[in-house]
C-alpha cells in the first residue's frame, strides 16, 4: 500500500511540473528571437547550450534564459560560451529584458538594430567581444534604467559622449582597454549613485577632473594606462568610500596630495609610472586598511618615512625607481601582514636589517640596484613563504648564510654583483625548488664538486665571474655587465691629476630613447707617488666635456669608447651626467 502511495505521489509530481512547463510559454516572437540567436551565433558549438531549441514552454529552461513571472524573458547571461557571428534584428523583440551578459564572446553587435529598443535594460554587459557598431555609447546613453554598463575590450573610439551622465542609476561604468580619445567628462560627477569608474588603457588625456571627487558613493576610480596630465587633485581625498584608487601609468606630475590620507577605507592605491615628486608623504601612514601601495617610477626622492609602519594591513609595497636614498627604516619589520616588498633601483644605503626575518608572510624581497653593505642577515633563513630573493647589484660582503638553505619553497635567488665571499658547500640544499640561481660578479669560491653538479637540473643558472674583489688599481676602466650598467675606472686624467671615479648608470623616468646615460657618483683623488706605467685608461677634455676611453673591459674585450655631457631632466640629482651615442645617431 505504502508502494503504491509513494508511485502516486511521484506521477502527481511529474504531471504537476509537466504542466508547469506547458504553461510556461513565452511570446512568439521572443521565442523566435530566441532560435535567432542560436542559428546565428553557432549555438551547435557553444560551451554548454543545455535545453535550447526544446519544444514550446521550455524556453525558461534554457541555458543562460530567465523569465518574469509573467512569463517574459528578462535575464540573458551567455558570458564566455564560444558564441561568434552577429545578433539578428528580432533580438530586439525580447523587449522585457533587464539583464544581458554576453561578455568573453566573439560577437559583432550593432547597438542601433539590437540593444537601442530594450528601454528596460538594468544591467549590459557585453565586454570582450568583437567591434561594437551603431554609435555604441550614444545608445547606451538612453537606456535610462541601466545600473551596469561594462563595454571593455569592444574597439570603441572616439570621446566619451556627456550625454553618459543622463544615466542617473548608474552604479558602474567600465569602458577599459578601448581606444577611447579626448578629455574625461566632468559631467560625469553628476552619475550620483556611482560606485565604480573604470576607463583604465585608453587613450584619454587632459587632467583629471576636479568634479570627480562629488561621487560620494564611489568605491573603486581607476584612470591607469591613458595619457592624463597634470596634478592629481587636492579634492580626491573626499571619496570617504573609495576603496581603490589607480592612476598607474599616465603623465600626472607634482607632489602625491597628503589629502589622499583622508581616505579612511582605502585598500589599494597605485599611483606608479607617472612623474610625481617631493617625495612620499608620511601622511599615508594613516591609511589604516590599506593592503596595497604601489608608487614605483617617480622621480619621489627622499627617504622611506617610517610612518609607512603603521600600515598593518598592507600586503603589498612597491617602491621601486623612485630615486630613494637613506638607509632602509627597520620599522618595516613590522608590517606582519607583508607578502611582497620591492625597493629595487633606489640609491638606499646602510645594511639589510636582521628583522625582516620577522615577515614571515613574504613572498618576494627584491633590493637589487640599491647601495647596500654590510653581509646578509642569516635571520632571512625564517622567510618560509619566500619564493623570490634578490639582492643583486649591491656592496654586500660576508659569506651567503647558511639559514638561507632553509628556505624550500624559493625559486629565484640573485644575489649577483656584490663582493660576497666564502665557499659553497651546503648553504642550497635545501632548496629543492629553486630553478633560478645568479652569483655571478662576486668573490665566491665553487670549487666543491657536489654543489656544482647539484645544479644541473637549473633553468637559468649564472656563476660567471668571482672576480669584483681584484685589485681596482689595474689600468683598466671596467663596464660591469649588470642591470645598471655602472663603470669604474681606476685611473682618470683631468688637468694634470689623477682620480679614481666611480660613473652610476642613469635612467630617466619613462625611459625610451636608445642612449645609454651614467651620472658621477664618486671621485678620489689619487697621490702623486702612485705610478702608472702606461697612458691612463681615461682622459677628461676640460674644454669638450667628452670622456674619453682609451681601454674600457666589457664581456672579455677591452676596446675605446667616448661618452658626451648630458643634461638630465629637472628631477635628477644635481652632479656631472654623461650619456653614451651610438655610432649611427
Known amino acids: 500500500m505504502s508502494r503504491l502511495l509513494s508511485y502516486c505521489v511521484v506521477a502527481i509530481c511529474y504531471f504537476s511540473v509537466t504542466l508547469q512547463i506547458a504553461q510556461a510559454a513565452i511570446p512568439d516572437a521572443e521565442r523566435n528571437a530566441l532560435i535567432a540567436l542560436y542559428n546565428n551565433t553557432a549555438g551547435d558549438l557553444w560551451v554548454s547550450h543545455a535545453g535550447w531549441l526544446g519544444e514550446s514552454g521550455t524556453e525558461c529552461y534554457w541555458q543562460g534564459v530567465s523569465c518574469s513571472e509573467d512569463e517574459r524573458v528578462i535575464e540573458l547571461s551567455l558570458s564566455t560560451n564560444n558564441l561568434k557571428g552577429s545578433l539578428s534584428t528580432e533580438f530586439a523583440a525580447l523587449s522585457q529584458l533587464q539583464k544581458i551578459d554576453l561578455s568573453g564572446n566573439r560577437l559583432t553587435i550593432d547597438l542601433v538594430n539590437n540593444i537601442e529598443q530594450l528601454t528596460q535594460l538594468k544591467h549590459l554587459d557585453l565586454s570582450a567581444n568583437g567591434a561594437l557598431t551603431g554609435k555604441p555609447l550614444e545608445v547606451v546613453a538612453g537606456l ?6 561594462n563595454l571593455s575590450m569592444t574597439w570603441l573610439n572616439g570621446t566619451i559622449p556627456r550625454e553618459i551622465a543622463h544615466l542617473s542609476h548608474l552604479q558602474a561604468l567600465i569602458l577599459a582597454v578601448n581606444d577611447l580619445t579626448g578629455d574625461i567628462p566632468a559631467e560625469l560627477s553628476e552619475l550620483s549613485e556611482l560606485k565604480e569608474l573604470d576607463l583604465h588603457q585608453n587613450k584619454l588625456s587632459g587632467s583629471i577632473p576636479v568634479e570627480l571627487s562629488h561621487l560620494s558613493q564611489l568605491e573603486s576610480l581607476n584612470l591607469s594606462s591613458n595619457e592624463l596630465s597634470g596634478t592629481i587633485p587636492t ?5 570617504s568610500q573609495l576603496i581603490a584608487l589607480i592612476l598607474y601609468d599616465n603623465q600626472l606630475s607634482g607632489a602625491i596630495p597628503t589629502e589622499l590620507a583622508n581616505l579612511s577605507e582605502l585598500e589599494e592605491l597605485n599611483l606608479s609610472h607617472n612623474d610625481l ?12 586598511h590599506l593592503q596595497e601601495l604601489h608608487l614605483s617610477a617617480n622621480p619621489l626622492g627622499g627617504s622611506i618615512p617610517v610612518q609607512l609602519a603603521e600600515l598593518s594591513q598592507l600586503r603589498k609595497l612597491t617602491l621601486n625607481n623612485n630615486l630613494l636614498s637613506d638607509e632602509i627604516p627597520v620599522e618595516l619589520a613590522q608590517l606582519s601582514q607583508l607578502t611582497s616588498l620591492n625597493i629595487t633601483d633606489n640609491q ?14 613574504l613572498t618576494r624581497l627584491k633590493f637589487f640596484s640599491n647601495q647596500l653593505t654590510g653581509s646578509i642577515p642569516s635571520e632571512l633563513g625564517q622567510l618560509s613563504e619566500l619564493i623570490i630573493l634578490h639582492f643583486g647589484d649591491n656592496q654586500l660582503t660576508g659569506e651567503i648564510p647558511q639559514a638561507l638553505g632553509q628556505l624550500s619553497k624559493l625559486k629565484v635567488l640573485s644575489f649577483e654583483h656584490n663582493r660576497l665571499t666564502g665557499e659553497i658547500h651546503t648553504q642550497f640544499d ?3 625548488v629553486l630553478s633560478s640561481l645568479s652569483l655571478n660578479n662576486n668573490c665566491l669560491d665553487f670549487t666543491d664538486d657536489n654543489f656544482v653538479e647539484s645544479l644541473s637540473g637549473m633553468r637559468a643558472l649564472d ?7 681584484q685589485d681596482p688599481q689595474k689600468n683598466t676602466a671596467i663596464l660591469k ?4 650598467g655602472d663603470i669604474h675606472i681606476p685611473y682618470l686624467r683631468v688637468n694634470g691629476k689623477t682620480y679614481e671615479v666611480l660613473l652610476k648608470r642613469f635612467y630617466p623616468i619613462a625611459y625610451r630613447g636608445d642612449n645609454i646615460h651614467w651620472k658621477l657618483e664618486e671621485i678620489t683623488e689619487l697621490a702623486a707617488e702612485i705610478g702608472i706605467q702606461d697612458k691612463p685608461s681615461t682622459e677628461y677634455g676640460l674644454a669638450t666635456g667628452v670622456l674619453s676611453f682609451h681601454k674600457i673591459h666589457f664581456r672579455e ?10 643634461t638630465p631632466p629637472k628631477y635628477a640629482v644635481k652632479g656631472f651626467y654623461f650619456k653614451y651615442v651610438p655610432n649611427d645617431q
Do not use: V
Request: hydrophobic share 30%; with cysteine; net charge negative.
Open 481 to 484: 655587465e649588470t642591470r645598471r
Open 348 to 361: 638606499l644605503s646602510g645594511s639589510i636589517p636582521k628583522e625582516f626575518g620577522e615577515l614571515t608572510q
Open 463 to 469: 656563476l660567471g665571474s668571482q672576480s669584483s674583489c
Open 144 to 149: 535610462s534604467e541601466l545600473r551596469y554598463l
Open 235 to 239: 579634492e580626491l581625498g573626499e571619496l
Open 277 to 288: 615628486s617631493a617625495g612620499i608623504p608620511a601622511e599615508l601612514g594613516g591609511l589604516s
Open 557 to 566: 674585450q677591452t676596446f675605446a669608447a667616448e661618452l658626451q655631457p648630458y
Open 430 to 432: 635545501g632548496l629543492s
